[in-house]
């Protein structure tokens, strides 16, 4: 379990780990893809978790690496909202290794009485030459569809013009990092020849 406060483990879990996990995400990461720094569940102005929340509050996520080795970095951020970085906490680093398990202790989200908090993220050591897939067991609370095509919510109007720019970043990132599909076939080819060498090399090296 991740967690900077030690004092958790004497106060005991009172059923925060007693779970059912209801639903597995997966992220690929190769040519040079970074993860924001964020975290699982948002709070609002109250610090009480917002209603739009896709992830149950007050639960853990269990991640499984697979393939090349990354850095699962936390930083701590104080406020409401998003928060502003509090300068004088160094992030702490954990190195994620293949077929590794880590649980994400959802306390370190939480406001503590001076409103601070930790948000993560995790990025490949080796950012050019690197792959790995992680899959992430987690508990929801309800599923949102999106159109494979263009990446749009399926069947919903969007009115929160922040979750429109989230999602045409993603559009954005996914045009960058494919080019202008003039070469397609031949870079995908290529690129799952790359992961597939890459993820070999773990999977023999585990057998």
């Known amino acids: 379990m991740f967690s900077k406060d030690t004092a958790y483990a004497e106060q005991g879990e009172d059923g925060l780990f007693d779970c059912q996990i209801n639903h597995v995400s997966g992220k690929g990461c190769w040519n040079r893809k970074q993860t924001n720094l964020h975290t699982d569940v ?4 109250h610090h009480n978790p917002k209603d ?3 992830q149950k509050p007050n639960k853990p996520v269990a991640i499984v690496c697979f393939g090349d080795p990354k850095v699962m970095s936390f930083v ?4 409401v909202g998003k928060g ?6 160094q992030p702490l680093h954990f190195l994620q290794t293949c077929c590794k398990i880590i649980i ?5 989200e939480q406001r503590d009485q001076k409103l601070r908090f930790w948000k993560h993220r995790s990025d490949l050591c080796n950012k050019d030459e690197g792959v790995s897939f992680s899959l992430m067991f987690r508990v929801v609370v309800k599923e949102v569809l999106v159109r494979p095509l263009d990446a749009r ?3 919903v109007v969007i009115t929160d013009e922040e979750k429109q720019r989230k999602f045409d970043a993603i559009r954005h990132d996914f ?3 494919t080019g202008d599909f003039r070469n397609y076939e031949a870079d995908v080819a290529a690129l799952f020849r790359k992961i597939h060498e890459r993820l070999m090399v773990h999977t023999k090296a585990n057998i």
């Open 42 to 45: 948002e709070f609002d102005k």
């Open 52 to 54: 739009d929340n896709s």
């Open 76 to 79: 701590q951020f104080e406020g």
């Open 84 to 89: 502003k970085r509090v300068a004088e906490m």
């Open 104 to 108: 994400l202790d959802p306390r370190d």
């Open 153 to 155: 919510l399926d069947g």
């Open 175 to 177: 045009k960058r990092r």
